[in-house]
Each structure stands twice: as C-alpha cells, then as structure tokens.
C-alpha cells in the first residue's frame, strides 16, 4: 500500500458527461501529480499541485481541469467525456516537487461508452 | 524537453533467465532516474533509484546503474521468476524548472514457467 488513495477506482460513462477523480496524498505530501495511462500513449504527465498551487502541466485538454484543496487532497475534472478519453488515471504524491519519487494511488479505469 | 526511451515490447522469458530492459534518456541537468513496476490491475511501484552518475539501485534481485556517459539506465536482473510478469516502466525527474517526472512507454515482461 503506498498511501496514496484514489476513488473511484471503476467508473462508466456516457460519452459527453462529466465526472471527478478523487486523490488523497499520503501523509505529509504536499505534491500531488496526475497522470493518464492509455494503451497507445502509455503514461501522459497531466498536471502537478504543490500545496494547492499549480505547479506544472503537461498534456492536458481543456476539457480537463484540477485543483488542490487546503486539505491536500486533489480532484481532476472530466468533462464533455469523448470515447478517447477511456483510459487509467493515476494520482502520485511527493514530500516536495524536489523529492525524487512519487508514490503511486491505484488508478481509476474510466470507460466512456 | 526531458524524454525516456525504453526498449520495445513485449519481452517474454523462462524462468531463471537473464533479463535486460534498456533505457536511455534525453535531459538537462543532473536528472534522477527510476524504474517502476505495475503489476496486473495495480499501480505502479517504484522498484529503485538512481540519484547521480555511478549509483547503482537496487531491489528484489533487480539492478540498474545510472551511466551519464551513455545516458543510459539499463534493468538487469540473473534470474527472473514468473513473479517477475508485469509492465516495467523507466523515469528521470529532471533538475531543473518543475522538475516532473517523466517515463518511458513501458516494457511487458512475461516469464514462463
């Protein structure tokens, strides 16, 4: 178990809905970072937070937005879903953005249908 | 920017055979670089890091040695069990600006018994 906690971890979806991943960092991580895992495209870099600000983003379509709360914990919207955006989204959480690891949730499997 | 590029897939092996997944990297700076493992249904787990030139990492019989020279970080392993069947996956954190992390495609290894 690395910590870090992500819900749901099954969602489906009709295309053109919206929805909102959930991540809870472990203890004491101030970085949380998003990334989505697709079969042709392996692991895109979405976004980082450090400590509720936006720190980096990567590929991410407008369609998609995030946020990191006071608590820590973070949320990535999902909105006017497409059938490409069926995939695997993972939340990691670093001490700092300097930290060297991450520590990986187990992922939420999006099927938009 | 900062990239990985693992060897290709899918890797299949019998059990108590070598195994070498090869990574070299494009980046800045003095990255940090990692190997993370997903096994079926999970979230990645960092398997071990290399910080600078020259360091060895290591876990579970697995090693990969940070080599700037060749820009490379090659996984080996002297003898793999069918426990070892999951997706390896290689990462650098760069040095420098948001300092993400970045990974490779991914490598399916699949041992037989």
């Known amino acids: 178990d690395s910590g870090v906690t992500q819900t749901p971890k099954h969602l489906i979806t009709a295309t053109g809905q919206r929805v909102t991943l959930r991540c809870s960092p472990r203890s004491g991580d101030l970085s949380v970072y998003w990334y989505q895992q697709s079969l042709d495209q392996g692991l895109q870099f979405l976004i980082q937070?450090?400590?509720?600000?936006?720190?980096a983003k990567g590929n991410i379509l407008e369609r998609f937005s995030a946020q990191q709360f006071p608590d820590l914990h973070s949320e990535l919207n999902l909105s006017s879903l497409e059938l490409g955006d069926s995939a695997l989204y993972f939340c990691?959480?670093?001490?700092?953005?300097?930290?060297?690891?991450?520590?990986f949730g187990q992922g939420t499997r999006l099927t938009v249908v | 920017g900062d990239s990985v590029t693992q060897m290709e897939g899918p890797v299949t092996l019998s059990e108590e055979a070598f195994l070498t997944i090869n990574c070299t990297y494009t980046?800045?700076?003095?990255?940090?670089l990692f190997w993370y493992v997903q096994y079926p249904g999970e979230g990645l787990q960092l398997l071990l890091k290399?910080?600078?030139?020259?360091d060895k990492g290591s876990n579970k019989g697995f090693e990969a040695t940070y080599r700037k020279e060749t820009t490379s970080f090659h996984l080996e392993k002297g003898s793999v069990q069918v426990s070892d069947s999951a997706v390896y996956f290689c990462a650098l954190r760069g040095s420098q600006g948001a300092q993400k992390l970045v990974f490779g495609q991914g490598t399916r290894l699949t041992i037989n018994p």
């Open positions: 980046a800045t700076g003095y990255p940090s």
């Open positions: 990691a959480s670093s001490q700092t953005p300097k930290n060297t690891e991450a520590f």
């Open positions: 937070y450090y400590n509720g600000e936006e720190r």
């Open positions: 290399a910080t600078k030139a020259d």
